[in-house]
């Protein structure tokens, strides 16, 4: 079964736009002279983010030993960059688990996915120190944002995807194939749509080919391998579907990680996400 592309797009179309203070503290943590304290005002005028972001600072994640009363006191002790992240995690959660007609049961096995990327991303950075961390987490936040559209069409789709995929053509090439578009283009145009940052839109575009990335190549990469640093600790959670993305060697040279260094490094992704529980529950 082969989706009208039109549907695609109307969905895409559709969707309501990223909040607005979200998308401008992320455009306003990108000045290199910005003032703590201006992101830390502008998020103070959404109430729901605010009290979202002081939850997750409370949370067994971090592990302070008082409760954190104020985003100031946030700022002092996490850093901006980490309270930003925080931000866009509190944003973009409501998508996964408030959008449409995707069943409960993918919305928050998605949103799980995105977390688990957003952190992955962090780790892997953190290992190979060709990228800012906090700045990969963002990435790899919303690289799969573009399964958001996907997964309306999920259950008419994914028989015909698996048919492709199983056929020879990578699972990536199979979503292009029946859907006309795959999930990292929408993804793309989606962040288009909402006015996000050039590198963050190039880099969702091209994180399963981060060799064709043209504004940061290594952050690519880096959030590509985070996918399928992903999809190994579900498997060994026994939670990975039928279907996964192929990992890019192109990724590896780039980055200068081999799949050893992967495998050593999933152990580590699954004690964070123990750990990230009010990430996902939100």
């Known amino acids: 079964m082969h989706i009208p592309l039109k549907d695609l797009m109307f969905e895409m179309r559709s969707l309501e736009p990223f909040p607005g203070v979200a998308a401008r503290v992320l455009e306003l943590s990108a000045r290199k002279d910005v003032i703590p304290s201006e992101l830390i005002d502008l998020v103070q005028t959404d109430p729901g983010i605010t009290s979202k972001v002081l939850k997750l600072c409370n949370s067994a994640y971090y592990g302070f030993q008082r409760e954190i009363a104020s985003l100031h006191e946030a700022g002092n002790l996490l850093g901006v960059t980490t309270l930003v992240n925080l931000v866009l995690t509190s944003s973009a959660g409501k998508y996964f688990k408030d959008y449409g007609s995707a069943g409960s049961g993918t919305q928050e096995k998605r949103w799980e996915e995105c977390v688990a990327n957003a952190i992955g991303s962090r ?20 690289e799969n944002i ?10 008419s789709s ?6 492709v995929a199983i056929s020879g053509t990578s699972l990536i090439d199979a979503e292009k194939r029946v859907l006309g578009m795959h999930h990292a283009e929408i993804g793309a145009r989606l962040t288009t749509r909402w006015s996000l940052p050039e590198v963050l839109v190039d880099v969702i575009r091209h994180h399963h080919h981060p060799e064709l990335a043209g ?8 959030i590509h391998l985070a996918e399928i640093l992903t999809q190994e600790v579900q498997a060994e959670k026994g939670e990975a579907g039928g279907l ?6 192109s990724a590896c040279e780039i980055t200068g ?7 050593e490094l999933a152990g580590l992704l699954g004690e964070e996400m123990a750990r990230a529980r009010e990430f996902v529950s939100g």
């Open 123 to 142: 780790i892997i950075a953190s290992r190979h120190g060709k990228v800012d961390p906090e700045r990969a987490y963002t990435a790899g936040l919303l």
């Open 146 to 155: 573009g399964h958001l559209v996907l997964d309306r069409f999920l259950d």
């Open 158 to 163: 994914m028989e015909a995807i698996h048919a």
């Open 215 to 222: 504004e940061d190549r290594e952050l690519a990469a880096t």
């Open 244 to 249: 996964l993305y192929e990992i890019n060697d």
């Open 257 to 263: 990680l081999s799949r050893e260094d992967l495998s």
